[in-house]
């Protein structure tokens, strides 16, 4: 997973085909729960590529895209929307695997 460090970056990111965005910050223990099974859901699903984005230093960002609560999820492809995760609730293995796949769906 790459971590985004510049509002640029990001801005380049989202325009690449299939990218998920992951908004995290380091004292959410939810988003410590994630971290384990990130490098197998990332071998999983390699159409995608993987973004880190601190919520910490891109709550502009946050506001603006409207992620209320973490780890939440955005997939973009082309710079298109094409699905989200986004809510404050500690999120499964599983859920983040149906996601996933609910994202391939809609291409």
Do not use: H
């Amino acid at each position: 997973m790459k971590k985004i460090e510049s509002t640029q970056e990001l801005e380049k990111a989202v325009k690449d085909d299939w990218s998920v965005f992951m908004f995290s910050a380091d004292w959410c223990p939810d988003c410590r729960f994630v971290e384990p099974f990130l490098p197998e859901l990332e071998a999983n699903f390699p159409e995608f590529t993987y973004y880190y984005v601190d919520r910490d230093k891109f709550i502009d960002t946050c506001a603006e895209w409207e992620i209320y609560g973490i780890p939440s999820f955005v997939v973009f492809n082309e710079g298109k929307e094409v699905n989200r995760f986004v809510s404050k609730d500690r999120k499964t293995k599983e859920e983040i695997e149906q996601f996933l796949t609910d994202s391939l769906a809609k291409a």
